[in-house]
């Protein structure tokens, strides 16, 4: 009777450990493609098939498919640069490998072209402009407290980037990586560009594959923003904190002539968005509220 009852007990513990190694591989399963305070963008959602993408912790752009809601490829661009890192998870394995590089250079062309020159100063590659002082006050343990942000931005030379798409065939997702790490810009930001640039041509694509043939220019004009955030309490406490402008300037697409932005540009100036980011981007204050915009 006691050994019977040891081999319950036996089989029990094994039976509780097994559940136990389930439930911890399925929250790291979960856990790992989560993207807590980030804001995904939804590229497609069409034949089973997610692509979404997002910009990371580090700026990195990030781009992932998922077939029948199972992450299957994650493909990462680091700004400035044209590489692409691309990750294979589950059953998805490309030339026998479950993770390799991708150049944008293998594609296609990509000519840069710096298109303004400095105007305030010929020594320096940028423009400097004083936007003005945001003024704000916060509830504290010790009372009310006064306080504010003098805000600087440098216009760095808008740069043309034109890339030339030579007859690609292969994964959407790798081709929407492609055309952002060419244009160096984030792929939320251009979400629609790069969307209408496939669906809006004759190319055939299903489960995620581009099947026909795909050539294509793209072309956008860059500006790139550097913002100074300085403590009016404390001169050096401060922060450089990034925005872009893309404009579009190929003829071809129905989106010539529009302009996407991404982190914090000028024409946000005054804006209570721009006010609350700045701020959090700076203090720790939960309780706080913009008093005004002042020169």
């Not at 007990?9 to 929250?27: D, K, Q, R, S, Y």
């Not at 700026?59 to 029948?68: A, S």
């Not at 043939?213 to 009016?232: D, E, H, P, Q």
Request: aromatic share 14%; proline share 2%.
């Amino acid at each position: 009777m006691k050994q019977k009852y040891c081999k319950h007990i036996t089989a029990l513990i094994v039976a509780v450990i097994l559940i136990c190694n389930c439930m911890i591989n399925i929250c790291v399963y979960a856990g790992e493609f989560e993207t807590p305070g980030l804001q995904v963008t939804v590229l497609v959602d069409r034949d089973n098939i997610r692509i979404d993408t997002y910009t990371d912790n580090q700026g990195n752009y990030v781009v992932r498919e998922f077939d029948k809601g199972v992450l299957v490829q994650q493909n990462t661009i680091k700004p400035k640069s044209s590489i692409i890192k691309r990750k294979f998870y589950n059953s998805r394995i490309v030339n026998g490998k479950k993770s390799d590089i991708l150049n944008a250079n293998r594609y296609g062309t990509i000519r840069n072209l710096i298109i303004s020159e400095p105007i305030l100063n010929t020594t320096s590659s940028t423009t400097h402009h004083y936007a003005g002082t945001i003024n704000y006050q916060a509830l504290t343990s010790n009372g009310t407290k006064k306080y504010g942000l003098k805000c600087k931005y440098e216009t760095y030379p808008k740069v043309q980037t034109t890339y030339g798409i030579h007859k690609y065939v292969g994964l959407f997702t790798d081709l929407v990586s492609i055309v952002a790490g060419a244009l160096a810009a984030p792929p939320s930001a251009i979400s629609d560009f790069l969307f209408d640039l496939v669906f809006g041509s004759t190319t055939e694509f299903f489960s995620g594959v581009v099947e026909n043939a795909f050539s294509a220019t793209v072309a956008a004009i860059k500006t790139k923003y550097r913002w100074r955030l300085t403590n009016t309490q404390n001169v050096n406490h401060k922060k450089y904190v990034y925005g872009a402008k893309y404009y579009i300037n190929e003829t071809n697409s129905k989106y010539y002539h529009k302009t996407y932005y991404t982190g914090y540009v000028p024409r946000d100036w005054k804006t209570r968005a721009l006010g609350l980011n700045f701020h959090n981007e700076m203090f720790s204050y939960s309780s706080f509220n913009i008093v005004s915009w002042t020169k």
